[in-house]
């Protein structure tokens, strides 16, 4: 059974970078089967898409998000990360790391999420 | 642009009764739906997928509808657990928004 673990600071200065990682055991993210990606949702609010990566490095982000979101995915230590710069209290939220289904390279469905970590834009 | 709706916004249920909220696209999303279960604090769960294919582990309680624009999620006896927001995702159009505002489902 996959598991997905989020890890990073829980506060961030505004103006400074977001960063956080995401370790997935249960599954290899090497397999190709998946794609791997990040979710947030604001105190009290729904879901937004960041983005999501697939093995081999590639990456599609929301648009909304694009110029200041970066991906990584370290497969010898199964694990991927997200980085987001320049941020204000408008991306103070839960951010989930979760695996993304796929056929033929098109995305589908969330099928397993991490239990998600709170980031606090604040000084 | 495409545009996803949910209804109720929030829904009063007592445990033991049926609960039916819906999900709409402003397009046709074919049958590529799926709703997640969310409870306070917890990560959402995948339910539904393709509409109407239960994921793996999901009771039989749960049973999803629909294609094209208009999909409803039926939980057809509601236990404690069961409580929580809602959310519908279409994945036919990336990477436009995908995720609906959520059903909020309390006890009556």
């Known amino acids: 059974q996959v598991q997905l673990q989020e890890s990073g600071p829980g506060l961030v200065k505004p103006s400074q970078t977001l960063s956080l990682t995401c370790a997935v055991s249960?599954?290899?993210?090497?397999?190709?089967?998946?794609?791997w990606s990040w979710i947030r949702q604001p105190p009290g609010k729904g879901l937004e898409w960041v983005g999501y990566i697939y093995y081999s490095g590639s990456t599609y982000y929301n648009p909304t998000l694009q110029s200041r979101v970066s991906m990584f995915v370290d497969t010898s230590k199964n694990q991927f990360s997200l980085t987001l710069t320049s941020v204000t209290a408008a991306d103070t939220a839960v951010y989930f790391c979760?695996?993304?289904?796929?056929?033929?390279?098109?995305?589908?469905?969330?099928?397993?999420w991490g239990q998600g970590t709170q980031v606090t834009v604040s000084s | 642009e495409i545009v996803i709706t949910q209804s109720p916004a929030t829904l009063s249920v007592s445990p033991g009764e049926r609960a039916t909220f819906s999900c709409r696209a402003s397009q046709s999303v074919n049958k590529k739906l799926a709703w997640y279960h969310q409870k306070p604090g917890q990560a959402p769960r995948l339910l539904i997928y393709d509409a109407s294919i239960r994921a793996t582990g999901i009771p039989a309680r749960f049973s999803g509808s629909g294609s094209g624009t208009e999909f409803t999620l039926t939980i057809s006896s509601l236990q404690s657990e069961d409580f929580g927001v809602y959310f519908c995702q279409q994945y036919n159009y990336w990477p436009l928004d995908i995720f609906g505002p959520g059903t909020k489902v309390d006890i009556k």
């Open positions: 249960g599954a290899s993210i090497n397999s190709g089967d998946y794609f």
């Open positions: 979760a695996r993304l289904s796929q056929d033929f390279r098109d995305p589908y469905y969330f099928d397993s």
